[in-house]
């Protein structure tokens, strides 16, 4: 637990000194002569700043949202694949029409029920 702490915080941290360099950049670009046009330039770069921040982090949550759920999927997968073998495929002789017919079945079943829940 420590140490997933530890690399959110130190990633966190790496992605705050890149946006507070930019930030102060923008924010300070002290020119001895600086026109309307800069000041302008300026306030569209913080605009964009601040827009790739929260593209940033909306994205990280997508991305994370996506991977937890294929995480799941998979891990169910696998024991789906395990409780199978050890029903019939790792018995000798037991690959026989029954066992296709109960995987398609048990393919179809949760299809159905997705189906009927909406």
Same mark, same amino acid.
């Given at each position: 637990?420590?140490?997933? #702490? /530890?690399?959110?915080?130190?990633?966190?941290?790496?992605?705050?000194?890149?946006?507070? #360099?930019? !930030? %102060?950049? &923008? %924010?300070?670009?002290?020119?001895?002569? +600086?026109?309307?046009?800069?000041?302008?330039?300026?306030?569209?770069?913080?605009? !964009?700043?601040?827009?790739?921040?929260?593209?940033?982090?909306?994205?990280?949550?997508?991305?994370?949202?996506?991977?937890? %759920?294929?995480? %799941?999927?998979?891990?169910?997968?696998?024991?789906?694949?395990?409780?199978? !073998? =050890?029903?019939?495929?790792?018995?000798? =002789?037991?690959?026989?029409?029954?066992? /296709?017919?109960?995987? =398609?079945?048990?393919?179809? &079943?949760? /299809?159905?029920? /997705? !189906?009927?829940? +909406?």
């Amino acid at each position: 637990m420590g140490q997933i #702490i /530890f690399i959110i915080w130190r990633e966190s941290v790496e992605a705050l000194l890149v946006v507070g #360099i930019l !930030y %102060a950049w &923008l %924010a300070n670009n002290n020119n001895a002569i +600086q026109t309307a046009n800069d000041i302008k330039s300026n306030k569209k770069g913080m605009m !964009y700043l601040w827009a790739g921040v929260a593209f940033g982090l909306l994205a990280a949550l997508l991305i994370g949202a996506a991977l937890l %759920a294929a995480t %799941a999927i998979a891990r169910e997968g696998s024991e789906t694949v395990i409780f199978l !073998y =050890g029903l019939g495929i790792g018995q000798p =002789g037991a690959l026989t029409s029954q066992l /296709f017919a109960a995987i =398609g079945i048990g393919f179809i &079943l949760p /299809f159905a029920t /997705f !189906y009927i829940l +909406q």
